[in-house]
């Protein structure tokens, strides 16, 4: 099945600097979306990429997908501490399958 | 609608009891997904359905394991003689074919002393 590595594992930023996770397959992928997950929450749908070197923005987060469909980033410009969480990318078609994710923490 | 909900929020089993969870979809949702997550770790896949039927079993699952919908709407999984190693916060979600997204219950946390 579709496997994706992200990193990093882990990133602290002070608030107001930029974040950006990267998501990683060894195949191509036929989509990927990305979700977002608060301390004690539950994982939130954020964006689904599907074409080639697609870029969506939302607000100040920018959802990458390589030309080469085996590549996704998220980078978030001038992090808030509402942006605190981990933030998962999952490519699958029937089904999705959950990359380690990124943690974020940010110090105010 | 109130999104995906999942009962109950906790579950505390002593290991080798059977423990049952349930799952209320998003009513027009078509597709109701499982997954379990520990600590640190992304979601893992369990089974889907569509409608009332089961799709896909992870392979990685045991036997203990077993999920039904049986009238497309709510779901019910179903872990036989627990074990430690089956504590994890168990997630459902539901989606729409070709819709974007899954939209995730709360999920049941399971702690098996």
């Known amino acids: 099945g579709q496997q994706v590595m992200q990193i990093p594992q882990y990133q602290h930023v002070q608030e107001g600097e930029d974040f950006t996770t990267y998501c990683n397959s060894s195949t191509t992928l036929s989509n990927i979306q990305w979700y977002k997950q608060r301390p004690g929450g539950h994982p939130v749908f954020l964006i689904q990429l599907v074409k080639s070197g697609e870029v969506k923005k939302q607000k100040r987060l920018t959802f990458q997908f390589g030309e080469a469909k085996k590549n996704s980033s998220l980078h978030i410009t001038a992090t808030q501490t509402t942006d605190v969480g981990t933030y998962f990318c999952?490519?699958?078609?029937?089904?999705?399958?959950f990359g380690q994710g990124t943690r974020l923490t940010i110090n105010p | 609608d109130t999104g995906v909900s999942q009962n109950p929020r906790h579950k505390i089993t002593k290991r080798g009891q059977n423990v049952t969870f349930r799952c209320d979809p998003i009513?027009?949702?078509?597709?109701l997904y499982w997954y379990r997550q520990t600590l640190g770790q992304g979601p893992e896949f369990l089974t889907y359905f569509q409608n009332e039927a089961q799709l896909e079993k992870s392979r990685l699952l045991s036997d203990r394991f077993s999920a039904e919908r049986p009238k497309g709407s709510f779901s019910t999984l179903e872990i036989q003689r627990t074990e430690q190693g089956d504590s994890a916060m168990y997630l459902c979600a539901s989606s729409l074919v070709g819709g974007l997204g899954y939209t995730f219950g709360s999920g049941t946390r399971l702690t098996v002393v």
């Open positions: 009513s027009e949702h078509n597709r």
């Open positions: 999952a490519p699958g078609a029937q089904k999705l399958v």
